[in-house]
Structures are given as C-alpha cells and as structure tokens.
C-alpha cells in the first residue's frame, strides 16, 4: 500500500453558536464546537475509519472536508493545494475526485428522478461522457450489480440494500480518487450490510480508491478500515491502526467506548459458509 | 413456569389481492423472570410479534388464528375493558424511538403521571382528586429515581424535547414500571442510541429484572447484544420462528441453515481478512409463498421435501429447536 499523503487536514475549525434556553433571553449563548482545530492525514488508497458517538461532529467533519459547509478556521489540502480557499471554478474540477456517500439511501435519492438520471446528473455537471451518460450509467450500474435495465426506474422501486448501490454508482460516476462515506451502512439489516461492505471494498481495490469511512458502528469499523480515528466532542482523541487500537487502546475515551460494544462469544470456530463473495 | 405463551400465532393483511400472511405460525415461551430474545431481520415479523401481544395491530392486519396465553388466559379473546387491565399494568412495552413515543406537549412529570393515576384508580376514569395528584409526583420522582434519571426533579417538569435520547429512553422505562409490569416487552429499545448509551440502558434493564422479578421479551436485530441480555433467543424468519434455543448454543452452534448464514454477515474485527458472506437471493414477498419451507429459495443446503413441506420445529437439544428438513 502507497505510504503517499492523498488528504491533508490542517487546524480545521467548525464553531456553531447555539440560541440560549429560554426563547427572548440574551444570555447564556452556547457555543457549540462541532469540529474543534481537528488535524490528521489521509493515505493514498486506505480505509480510514472515523468514530464517535452521535454529536461528536463526524459528519460535520466529513462535510468539511467537501466544503460542503464552510468551516470557520483551518486547510484541507488536496493534490497540494488548499481545497477550501479555491476560486469556485477550480473548486468545481477539483470535486471531481472528492464524492461523498450518504447513510439514508432513503432520503439521499430525489424520488421524482430516475435512476438513469440520478446516476448521470454528477456528469451532467462536471461535463462528462458527453452525449453517452446513459453508456456510462449503464457500466456504473452493471459495476455496483444492478440489472441495467432498471434505470429508468425510479428509486421507491428499490429496496434499501438496491438504493445503497444506486448511491454508490453516483458517487462513483465521476471516477473520483477519495470517497467518504457516512454511515453508509448503519441503516441497512446485517446481511444487507454485509453486501455493500463487500461491494466497497471491490470497488476500492479496482479503482484504488481512498475512503473515509465515518461510522459509529465499532465493530464494522474494526472489520473494514485499515486505521481508525477516534473522536469525542470534536477532537480526534486518537488515530492508531486498526488491530493495535482494538487490541490495546491507549486514550480512556476509546476504552470506554469499547468495553460497550456487545460481542459475541465464540467458543467454537464457524463452519465456512456459503455464498461467501470475491 | 410459563408466564406468556404463544402459540400458532397468525396475523394477516388485507391485501388488494386477498390476504398476505405476516405472522405465520409464531409459537414463544417467556418463562417467569426470564428474557427472551427475539432476534431477525427487518420485515420478519419481530415488531408485529411484540404488537399483536398486546392486541395493538396497525389497521389493515387481523389475527388470523392462534392464541395468546398470559397467565393461563387466552388474550384474543378478551375484549377492550378486560385488555385495558392488563395493558399497561400487567404487560409493559418500550420502543425503539424514545422521542416519538412520548407525547411532545406534556410534560415528563404528567405523562409518567398518567401512567400512575391509570393504575391506582379504575382503568377508565380521568380525574383525580388534588391531594392525590400530588401523591402521583412524589411517585413519578420515585420511578425516576429507579431508571437512574438524573436530576429527577427537574426533569419531572421537563418537555421531551428537552431530553437526551438515553434520557428519554429512561422515562420510558419509568413509564413502563408505573404498573409495576410482570412482562416488559422491549422492541430495539437501543437501537437508536449511541453504544455508550445504550450499554447503560441494557445494564438498567438487567438490573430492573431483578429487582422486579420481570420478564423480558427483547427483540433486536443484533444478535451480539441479544447475548449480553438474554439467555434463550430466538431466530426469526419472514414470519415464523425457525430456532430457539439456549443463546450460547444458537451462536456457536447455529443448526438452521439461516442462522448460520446470518452470524457470518457479522463482521469481526478478528478476522479482517475474510470476505463477509452474504445470505443469497433476497427476502420473498410474503404474499408469494407457497407450500414448503419459506428460506427455501435462498438455502443452501435445501432438498427435494423443503420445496414441498414446511417444516415443523425439531429438537435437536435440550431446549433448542430447529425448523429444518435437514439435519
């Protein structure tokens, strides 16, 4: 695996100032820090986990690093340059390479679109495969395994595990180098789940794809990521790689968080299963 | 002894094309202070189960046979007065959502109150004398005190969007308690909280069912937690129970081909290397089965007679039971 530095992440700030208890007081505004002077880096073609219970700021964190919400403070740098001070056309190319997956595939589909346009709208925008998006979604619907000729269907004609698939392949449409998913399987049944992790990690060894995978899901993270970064109220309390940090980890938030995750005790070693994919 | 025992329960919708079969042929036992987890994934049936307990069906479903027994008496066949004193009183049940289940425009002090008067008076009257209203507070505040709330008297006067979600799960608990409940039925009642939180939660339970001598039916879809917390479970599958049995056996020594299937989907952060399996096919329409073992389509070890019959449970231990043709 390539050591090279693909995401940068510099003194990132995300400050919210939160309206106080009572409705016309002017005292006792809060504020709130989401992300708070956050610093880490992200490696060319691993899996890098991101936990923390819910309010901790990993999806904020997450939209940070896409600019999708403006941070108050701090760098990201992508391919050199600082992504979030681009000018907006440079900013436009460079998204390209930087997609994002959602946790809700319910809500993440426009349920007056069709798939074929759902998929193709990223290369609509980023004028790509001009006059052959529909090849294009074909081949992308093909790679994450839906029939192709389900795209002119539109997206309540799915099931969860099918819509997961249908945001992946527009994620991926654009052929892009980084990928964050966020949550992407927290709202799918275990086996449903098991699926879509398998897909994306296919899909990260043919594309040598780079992901952030936010979850709090400590036991899928643990499965899945080569290294896992540990937040609480906006810090990253610890970033260590994945079977050491399970093992042995050192900060007193990530033990706590740990010793709550139910787990199984086997005794006896599984017989293979069946249907196992790859 | 058995304190809630269902057997061949079948529940049904009203289709535009006649009937599809939710519940087909759910037989449980909850034993006195004992938990019974009920384990499966989404659209088996685990929800409707806990529902159709307490007769709380969504519009369209009708109990199409079966029999509920609580105490030896038959539910189903109760009407709405004698339901009202069971309900509530003798069997309590908490959700998956704290936040949608408690009413947003009364305080936590009244909705846990009402719970209270519901009790210490008959089940249909409303009003209550003043100096009995405030006996009910100091009796909200003791339940709090029990789920571990903190700060009990200032939550008391709270609205529910003012609390956390282990908060609210807590005053939930503490509603179901008002009845002081021999069977507490807890549908994913974690599932919607952090790890953290819900471990707390799963460790007050644990603690309550001592201390009141309840019984639990847990459902949840995650097998790990169902192991903390219960020492018999059972293994849903599109409507029916297909294994039940002691938990350690049924995790270690899965016997249904589905079981089996589903414990591989788990990751394990121990065994990064392997790809995780996948149960094949999908989940049929419940309208479209026919005769024969519903998990056929997809089973990997199915023969000639799982097309055909469908299977009745066997034991294959003391007190596990499989419904599998082949062993």
Redesign the interface.
């Known amino acids: 695996m390539a050591k090279e530095t693909i995401v940068k992440v510099e003194n990132l700030k995300k400050y919210y100032s939160v309206r106080p208890q009572e409705i016309f007081s002017k005292v006792g505004q809060e504020i709130i820090k989401a992300v708070d002077d956050v610093s880490f880096e992200i490696r060319k073609g691993e899996i890098l986990g991101l936990v923390g219970e819910s309010g901790c700021g990993k999806t904020t964190l997450g939209k940070l690093l896409l600019k999708l919400i403006e941070p108050d403070e701090g760098r990201v740098y992508y391919q050199e340059k600082n992504f979030l001070s681009l000018p907006a056309k440079k900013l436009r190319r460079m998204r390209r390479e930087l997609q994002i997956i959602f946790q809700d595939p319910y809500k993440s589909l426009n349920p007056r679109m069709r798939i074929a346009e759902i998929v193709s709208e990223p290369l609509i925008v980023h004028h790509l495969w001009k006059n052959k998006e529909r090849e294009r979604v074909k081949e992308l619907l093909k790679l994450v395994g839906l029939p192709a000729g389900s795209m002119d269907n539109f997206p309540h004609q799915f099931s969860g595990g099918e819509r997961q698939r249908i945001n992946i392949a527009r994620a991926l449409a654009t052929n892009p180098e980084f990928v964050i998913c966020d949550e992407a399987v927290s709202s799918l049944d275990v086996s449903i789940s098991a699926q879509i992790l398998n897909l994306l990690r296919e899909l990260q060894r043919k594309f040598s794809l780079t992901y952030l995978f936010i979850s709090h899901d400590l036991s899928v993270v643990g499965y899945f990521c080569d290294r896992v970064m540990v937040m609480e109220k906006g810090k990253i309390v610890e970033v260590e790689k994945t079977e050491k940090l399970y093992q042995n980890p050192s900060h007193s938030y990530t033990r706590t968080l740990f010793s709550s995750i139910p787990k199984i005790k086997k005794n006896l070693p599984l017989e293979k299963g069946h249907g196992q994919e790859n | 002894m058995s304190l809630l025992e269902v057997r061949d329960l079948r529940v049904s919708f009203a289709g535009e094309n006649g009937k599809i079969p939710i519940l087909r042929g759910v037989n449980l036992k909850v034993n006195k202070g004992e938990v019974l987890g009920l384990a499966g ?2 659209g088996c049936g685990k929800s409707l189960t806990a529902l159709s307990i307490l007769k709380l069906l969504p519009e369209k479903a009708y109990f199409d046979g079966g029999e509920i027994l609580f105490e030896d008496e038959n539910l189903l066949e109760m009407d709405a007065n004698q339901l009202m004193k069971i309900r509530g009183r003798k069997i309590a049940m908490i959700f998956q959502e704290p936040g949608a289940s408690l009413d947003p425009l009364f305080t936590i002090g009244n909705q846990i109150g009402e719970a209270i008067e519901k009790k210490l008076n008959d089940p249909c009257s409303v009003w209550l004398p003043r100096s009995s209203k405030l006996k009910v507070m100091s009796e909200v505040e003791r339940l709090l005190g029990l789920v571990k709330m903190p700060k009990p008297k200032k939550v008391l006067h709270q609205y529910p969007h003012q609390l956390s ?1 282990g908060m609210a799960q807590r005053a939930m608990i503490a509603m179901a308690l008002a009845g002081n409940p021999s069977l507490l039925i807890a549908d994913e009642p974690t599932t919607s909280l ?6 707390k939660i ?1 460790a007050l339970l644990k603690e309550l069912r001592e201390s009141f001598k309840m019984s639990i039916l847990f459902i949840s ?5 169902l ?2 917390i219960s020492k018999r479970i059972g293994i849903m599958y599109l409507g029916r129970i297909v294994e039940e049995g002691p938990t ?1 056996e049924i ?4 016997c249904h ?1 589905y079981t ?10 121990e ?2 290397d392997r ?6 096919g ?1 989940v049929p329409e419940p309208a479209a089965l026919g005769a024969g073992c519903a998990f056929a389509s997809r089973c ?2 199915k023969i000639e007679i799982c097309r055909i019959k469908e299977p009745e449970m066997k034991k294959v231990g003391e007190n596990h039971l499989v419904a599998c043709h082949n062993l």
């Open positions: 994934e989404s979600g952090d790890v953290t939180t819900g471990s799963i879809h995650n097998l790990a937690l192991s903390q350690d995790l270690n020594q899965p081909p089996r299937l589903l414990l591989l989907c788990l990751p394990d952060p065994r990064r790809p995780l399996s996948s149960i094949p999908s990997p070890k």
